[in-house]
């Protein structure tokens, strides 16, 4: 095993270290239990959004705390949830008065420590709402969840149920706006190799060197199919077809094209498989009007990518564009 570590032990502790040191502008870590923090929260009067889940997806979600997005990140360990006291301490550090929205992504362990820490958090006078995203299309069920899991819809909507909290939207209307986009995103990934969890040092699982995974999933879970590696294009199509089908998106959709890398994948990858996919929808009538590309949602050093698709409207749209300043993702501020 090759990383650029100390300890396997210590990687998720230093790791954070380094991340209160680098961006001490715009968050700060608290350390018992560890949470990602938004620096001016809370944020009186304003809905609080805490996301969380295991560690090695980075920038997602610690990267992404800060005005227009989360107030608070629950970091677990490499592939493991967080534990319910974080997500409790989480909540009440960035409790306003407006109450909480907690964005959950659909693993089961993820659910279960969400829900505890809700019901703890309701106890102690907090509004808590929680919505599960679930988009992606590869599974129905996998090793991790009962029923879809979820993937890139997280970040799209951490940012844009982040710009509504920040416009002064109530719970109830941030909570309708992440069930929003859940609903109307989905996404599938692919790898062409696995990665390697500091603690076990060996990968995951294995991939012939001819070989790619058509469905993984961000912990390295079996996919759809494993076959022998194709063109950036035949990709493209495996991944597109049954996201479009799905939904399924029609011509005259307008819509955000996510392009995701998994860690280890070069953006001028990326770019070509963002020139395929705008090809693939082009061809079906469909406009991307918003796009993003790199990696946001990762698998630690695994190369591959995964698509993300959103069908927008004005609402979605504007929320899209409204300012973000986050050490993942930043514009208009």
């Given at each position: 095993?090759?990383?650029?570590?100390?300890?396997?032990?210590?990687?998720?502790k230093?790791?954070?270290?380094?991340?209160?040191?680098?961006?001490?502008?715009?968050?700060?870590?608290?350390?018992?239990?560890?949470?990602?923090?938004?620096?001016?929260?809370?944020?009186?009067?304003?809905?609080?959004?805490?996301?969380?889940?295991?560690?090695?997806?980075?920038?997602?979600?610690?990267?992404?705390?800060?005005?227009?997005?989360?107030?608070?990140?629950?970091?677990?360990?490499?592939?493991?949830?967080?534990?319910?006291?974080?997500?409790?301490?989480?909540?009440?550090?960035i409790?306003?008065?407006?109450?909480?929205?907690?964005?959950?992504?659909?693993?089961?362990?993820?659910?279960?420590?969400?829900?505890?820490?809700?019901?703890?958090a309701?106890?102690?006078?907090?509004?808590?709402?929680?919505?599960?995203?679930?988009?992606?299309?590869?599974?129905?069920?996998?090793?991790?969840?009962?029923?879809?899991?979820?993937?890139?819809?997280?970040?799209?909507?951490?940012?844009?149920?982040?710009?509504?909290?920040?416009?002064?939207?109530?719970?109830?209307?941030?909570?309708?706006?992440?069930?929003?986009?859940?609903?109307?995103?989905?996404?599938?990934?692919?790898?062409?190799?696995?990665?390697?969890?500091?603690?076990?040092?060996?990968?995951?699982?294995?991939?012939?060197?001819?070989?790619?995974e058509?469905?993984?999933?961000?912990?390295?879970?079996?996919?759809?199919?494993?076959?022998?590696?194709?063109?950036?294009?035949?990709?493209?199509?495996?991944?597109?077809?049954?996201?479009?089908?799905?939904?399924?998106?029609?011509?005259?959709?307008?819509v955000?094209?996510?392009?995701?890398?998994?860690?280890?994948?070069?953006?001028?990858?990326?770019?070509?498989?963002?020139?395929?996919?705008?090809?693939?929808?082009?061809d079906r009538?469909?406009?991307?009007?918003?796009?993003?590309?790199?990696?946001?949602?990762?698998?630690?050093?695994?190369?591959?990518?995964?698509?993300t698709?959103?069908?927008?409207?004005?609402?979605?749209?504007?929320?899209?564009?409204?300012?973000?300043?986050?050490?993942?993702?930043?514009?208009?501020?």
């Open positions: 095993m090759k990383k650029l570590i100390n300890d396997p032990a210590d990687v998720v230093e790791a954070l270290q380094g991340v209160a040191e680098a961006h001490g502008d715009r968050l700060r870590v608290l350390t018992d239990p560890y949470v990602v923090v938004r620096a001016d929260a809370p944020v009186q009067g304003k809905v609080g959004l805490l996301s969380g889940g295991g560690s090695g997806h980075e920038p997602m979600h610690g990267g992404f705390v800060g005005p227009g997005m989360l107030d608070a990140a629950c970091p677990g360990e490499v592939f493991t949830s967080p534990t319910p006291d974080q997500m409790l301490a989480g909540t009440k550090a409790d306003g008065g407006a109450g909480v929205l907690h964005i959950v992504k659909n693993y089961t362990g993820d659910i279960l420590n969400f829900e505890m820490a809700a019901d703890l309701r106890e102690e006078g907090i509004e808590v709402e929680a919505v599960v995203i679930d988009d992606d299309v590869a599974v129905q069920d996998s090793l991790y969840t009962a029923g879809r899991r979820g993937v890139g819809a997280t970040v799209l909507a951490e940012k844009i149920c982040g710009a509504a909290a920040e416009q002064g939207q109530s719970l109830a209307e941030v909570a309708d706006l992440c069930r929003k986009v859940n609903a109307n995103a989905r996404s599938m990934g692919m790898a062409l190799t696995s990665c390697t969890v500091p603690a076990a040092g060996k990968p995951t699982f294995e991939l012939g060197a001819q070989e790619m058509i469905g993984i999933g961000i912990h390295g879970e079996p996919g759809r199919e494993r076959r022998a590696v194709a063109p950036a294009r035949e990709v493209v199509e495996l991944l597109a077809t049954p996201i479009v089908d799905d939904l399924p998106f029609s011509s005259g959709d307008r955000l094209a996510f392009v995701n890398g998994m860690g280890g994948t070069p953006l001028i990858e990326l770019y070509i498989v963002y020139n395929d996919l705008y090809r693939f929808l082009g009538g469909i406009e991307i009007s918003r796009n993003l590309i790199g990696p946001y949602i990762t698998s630690l050093e695994m190369q591959g990518c995964s698509i698709l959103l069908k927008l409207d004005d609402e979605l749209t504007a929320f899209w564009d409204a300012p973000v300043n986050t050490p993942g993702l930043r514009w208009g501020a």
